[in-house]
């Protein structure tokens, strides 16, 4: 279902060096929230076979959680803001890698709050979500809030802090923002699977270019 290039993002999380290390080692759960054409074709029984239980589902969306703290997370509806991408909707891709920090102590906080700091030293982009008071709603669920971290042009990191609460007024407004690696899409009609153009990230900008 995942491609090569994905599996590989995938199992840098436990690779020595990786940066997010220290808020990894808070974390309650890691999900991994894959993009499908359609979640109905889901291979259920492999998945059931595999300790998967259903933890939630609505129309487009259904979560597995395994053993461990892993979960699965599979939709074939937007959960993102829109951007140009080599990726056509009617394909399997891997949109985003969740860290899940539901801790709600001071220490786990501070953790949390690293994030920044850590992404700028690598020349990541990020984006916060929520304030700590308004919650972050997205996918019939909201966490107090989160940080995203682009890490290149497919590798985008979603860390929510705060506990899991599910909720049943809709689907929730605040998307994955757009990976800022690559250039948003202007037009409507535009094909999903045309040229890109990607931005390069400049955190710090040389004054001497």
């Known amino acids: 279902m995942l491609k090569d290039e994905e599996i590989n993002i995938v ?9 997010f290390a220290g808020q990894l080692a808070i974390a309650d759960s ?28 609505k129309e487009g969306y259904i979560k597995y959680g395994f053993p461990g703290g892993l979960k699965l997370i599979f939709s074939h509806i937007p959960v993102a803001q829109k951007e140009q991408s080599a990726k056509c909707f009617e394909q399997s891709y891997l949109d985003h890698i969740g860290i ?42 909201q966490v107090k809030e989160k940080y995203w971290v682009y890490a290149a042009k497919h590798i985008n990191y979603e860390f929510a802090f705060g506990p899991l609460v599910i909720h049943e007024q809709g689907f929730g ?3 994955r923002p757009a990976n800022p690696f690559n250039k948003p899409v202007f037009e409507e009609t535009q094909a999903c699977c045309g040229e890109t153009n990607p931005a390069k990230a400049k955190i710090f900008v040389d004054q001497h270019n």
Do not use: W
């Open 100 to 141: 899940d920090i539901r801790s709600e102590n001071k220490e786990s906080y501070i953790v949390f709050q690293q994030i920044p700091l850590i992404a700028a030293q690598q020349d990541y982009f990020f984006k916060r979500q929520g304030d700590g008071v308004e919650a972050v709603k997205c996918c019939h669920m």
């Open 30 to 57: 890691i999900h991994y929230h894959i993009h499908v054409p359609d979640i109905e074709k889901l291979p259920q029984a492999l998945l059931e076979y595999n300790e998967g239980k259903v933890e939630n589902k």
């Open 173 to 175: 407004v605040d998307l």
């Open 11 to 19: 199992n840098g999380l436990t690779k020595p060096g990786f940066v």
